[in-house]
């Protein structure tokens, strides 16, 4: 889809009719449109938003949210009795093409009380056929289709928030957001309502014997227990954001204060953060190295004694001269089957001369495997040689390891000092922003603790169900009466096994191409290029970027780096979900410093070529170098202006 | 090596401890946690081995790709079996060949129950790593004790 206009009319600060008109040039393919915090930028995002899907969620204060969609102005000048609209349209091409239009309005009134009467919202959409602009029925299957409402989110948004993605633990972000671009709806939809059916079934067999319902009833027991578990991680996980998000809060507020002394113990509060982090990925590394040397060397130290005894068989076969065998006994075999020595004597007939040569086979049992034996001698002789440095080697990393721990309590007494030290600075402000600071770390880490805690118990909930269920199967088996349902059970259970594997295989594949289009981007993007080598998605969604030392480094990225990873993952959802719809960013370099800034806007250009792109910025994010280097991308450039006793933001075209 | 002996496509365990498996690879606490199923199996062995009991496998569940283990490893499965049956003779048959590995999952059998309690005894996560290096450095302790007598 590409936007030709957009128009607003007395929407949030737009008021009357304002339009603005996109860029639809594939090479000059920036709009951008620039206007100072508060000037109505963030509203743009939502218009698009409210008019394509009904919804608004763009917001940078509860203020804004409160004020309601018609604007102010209008909506204290509207006298009794008297109606007006908010209206926004979205004119543009389909992907074949044709012009598409989508427009939603909702009329308000006011009775001769005053009060305001909200009317429900009427959302339409015409579309080009043949030569006229045809009303659709479905305008929503009509988005759907253009860009599902799971996704719009990789192309629609905020940029800010974009630098919080990879801030804190980021699995579960990613993983909704490949969850969201694997379009799996209807596969899911499918595992549901098998998963329904066979409870169906199951319930069906009650009351036929009292251990088959004991098993069904344990099973939903756990079922039902499983859902209450997995709803209350998710409001933990829910409640873990909301406390990072006023823990970021108060740092700014703290970072953003005059006083020199906070700024300081800010400074240093980050740098000693930055160290503990790493040392405690360094201890995290010994402790691999402990894990390593210990699974590696504990069965063959138990085992010593059987490989000694082993040893020594085989020496003693040597010293008997059974090893290295002098002949084989395939060669033995050969002559008594021939029936003629090698010196031409006849052994055909037994006789003394045949036995003779028939109990050589005896002494010479291990000549067919002496090459493996050979072997196994080398390798458990070695294996006795490796043990020799384990106990060096672990005194080792041991020794490592207590410098490392001596290093992280320094850093964490450090990181306690520097925090009463704010709580005792005689300014209330920074004080009791420290004490709340300190209250949300500690609920951070309980509300940690507890996810971890609800996902342990999920997981074994789930081990329960599994065995309850083959006990049910087993059960089911044993009456005749009930074989027919039990091999209805075991075919649907079957069948849910395979879409599951199905929905895994969908995923893990998908997750795996957005890695490795993540990678590719990042690495293209980022302006240290030595510096960053690997990045991975595993299974369990974690991301995680490798420096050129090997070191897991994405807790210690700058937010304009964790901008540019953020940008490149988007861009690996955005193609692999296959939907060419045009990219809204709101503050797009909101949070970056002034260098990486600009080599930003330098790639951006590149990245997203013949992309439609509207960028919504701050005149303090359009510096002069940051629009030059956009210059030749550009098509149409805005500027809006709030005018505060009109309750109006005007879009004017730049330079006028 | 051109004379090779019996070897199994995989090994097994009984399907009612594939939840002591699962746990020790999918538990993020677990010092097996991501590795393969063999490391579990070696040590669920040894611990077996050490506490000189073996139990059937039934209901076997085959699990472990026999490939996956290296040839040291392998070795060490047939040097108890060696011990066990007492001559490296039985190399030669193909019936105790097979016997080798049916010895080395009936000690992993027994073993897999002591090593999931050893991590998980004290009912504390993460303390898995710590109380296997304790195994092994009684092992060390005793070794060198043998040495210096």
Not at chain 1, 341 to 351: E, L, R
């Given at each position: 889809m590409i936007l030709s206009s957009l128009e607003l009319e007395n929407y949030r600060p737009y008021r009357g009719i304002q339009t603005i008109e996109f860029s639809t040039d594939p090479e000059k393919n920036f709009t951008v449109i620039e206007g100072v915090n508060g000037a109505g930028k963030t509203q743009l995002l939502n218009a698009i938003t409210w008019c394509l899907y009904g919804q608004e969620e763009h917001f940078r204060s509860d203020k804004d949210k409160k004020r309601g969609i018609l604007n102010d102005y209008v909506k204290s000048n509207l006298g009794n009795g008297q109606k007006t609209r908010v209206r926004v349209a979205i004119k543009g091409k389909d992907t074949d093409d044709k012009a598409i239009h989508f427009e939603r309005s909702v009329v308000f009134h006011k009775d001769q009380k005053g009060n305001l009467y909200e009317e429900t919202p009427e959302f339409i959409c015409f579309k080009m056929i043949g030569r006229d602009m045809e009303p659709i029925g479905s305008p929503a299957f009509m988005i759907n289709r253009m860009l599902p409402e799971g996704i719009r989110n990789f192309f629609i948004f905020d940029g800010e928030k974009l630098d919080d993605f990879f801030r804190e633990e980021n699995a579960e972000k990613v993983k909704s957001a490949i969850s969201d671009v694997s379009q799996l709806t209807l596969l899911d939809a499918t595992i549901d309502h098998l998963d329904k059916t066979l409870d169906g079934i199951r319930t069906s067999i009650k009351g036929q014997t009292p251990k088959v319902d004991l098993l069904n009833e344990k099973m939903k027991a756990f079922s039902s227990s499983i859902e209450d578990m997995k709803a209350d991680q998710t409001a933990k996980e829910a409640e873990l954001e909301e406390v990072r998000r006023k823990v970021r809060e108060l740092d700014e507020k703290l970072n953003g204060t005059d006083v020199s002394a906070v700024k300081k113990s800010q400074a240093e509060r980050e740098r000693i953060t930055q160290m503990l982090g790493s040392t405690e990925e360094d201890i995290e590394l010994e402790n691999g190295r402990i894990r390593d040397t210990v699974i590696a060397a504990l069965p063959s130290l138990v085992c010593k004694d059987a490989i000694e005894y082993t040893l020594k068989k085989i020496s003693e076969k040597r010293t008997k001269g059974e090893l290295p065998p002098r002949i084989r006994r395939t060669f033995i075999n050969e002559l008594l089957e021939k029936g003629e020595?090698?010196?031409?004597?006849?052994?055909?007939?037994?006789?003394d001369r045949r036995k003779k040569i028939s109990q050589l086979i005896q002494k010479i049992d291990l000549s067919e495997i002496s090459e493996y034996i050979n072997e196994g001698n080398y390798e458990l002789n070695s294996a006795l040689e490796r043990m020799a440095p384990i106990g060096p080697n672990l005194d080792e990393i041991g020794q490592r390891m207590a410098a490392l721990e001596a290093r992280q309590k320094k850093y964490q007494e450090q990181l306690g000092e520097i925090s009463a030290g704010l709580k005792g600075l005689n300014i209330e402000e920074v004080s009791n922003n420290e004490f709340l600071r300190d209250k949300y770390n500690s609920q951070r880490e309980n509300l940690s603790g507890d996810i971890k805690v609800l996902q342990t118990k999920i997981k074994g909930a789930t081990d329960i169900i599994e065995m309850t269920r083959k006990e049910l199967e087993g059960e089911l088996k044993k009456s005749e009466r009930n074989a027919h349902v039990a091999n209805q059970i075991s075919v649907g259970e079957n069948a849910l096994e395979v879409l599951k594997d199905a929905r895994k295989n969908i995923v893990d594949k998908i997750r795996m191409t957005i890695e490795e289009k993540t990678r590719a981007y990042f690495l293209s993007l980022i302006w240290k290029k030595e510096t960053y080598t690997k990045i991975s998605i595993d299974e369990n969604y974690n991301v995680s970027v490798v420096n050129s030392l090997g070191s897991e480094c994405l807790g210690t990225l700058s937010a304009g780096e964790r901008q540019v990873l953020a940008l490149s993952f988007m861009a690996a959802l955005r193609e692999v979900s296959g939907f060419e719809a045009p990219i809204i960013i709101d503050t797009p370099l909101g949070r970056i410093s002034k260098e990486p800034k600009e080599r930003i806007a330098e790639m951006l250009p590149k990245y997203l070529k013949k992309t439609q792109v509207t960028l919504l910025v701050t005149d303090e994010e359009y510096t002069p170098p940051v629009k030059q280097k956009l210059s030749k991308s550009i098509g149409k450039e805005y500027v809006l202006k709030y005018v505060e006793k009109e309750s109006k933001t005007y879009v004017n075209a730049y330079g006028k | 090596m051109e004379n090779k002996i019996f070897e199994p496509r995989e090994l097994g365990f009984p399907e009612s401890k594939r939840p002591l498996y699962a746990q020790l690879v999918e538990d993020k606490f677990s010092p097996f946690y991501k590795r393969p199923l063999k490391d579990v199996f070696l040590c669920a062995f040894a611990l077996g081995y050490k506490k000189g009991k073996r139990e059937e496998v039934l209901k076997r569940k085959a699990d472990i790709r026999f490939e996956s283990l290296s040839t040291p490893q392998k070795w060490l499965l047939i040097s108890v079996a060696v011990k066990e049956i007492g001559d490296v003779t039985m190399l030669t048959e193909e019936e105790k060949q097979r016997k080798i590995w049916v010895i080395a999952e009936e000690y992993a059998n027994v073993g897999i129950k002591l090593l999931h309690e050893t991590i998980y005894q004290t009912g504390y996560v993460g303390l898995g790593t710590k109380l296997l290096e304790d195994e092994l450095r009684k092992e060390l302790g005793a070794h060198n004790s043998e040495k210096k007598q």
């Open positions: 020595c090698i010196c031409g004597t006849d052994i055909s007939k037994d006789g | -």
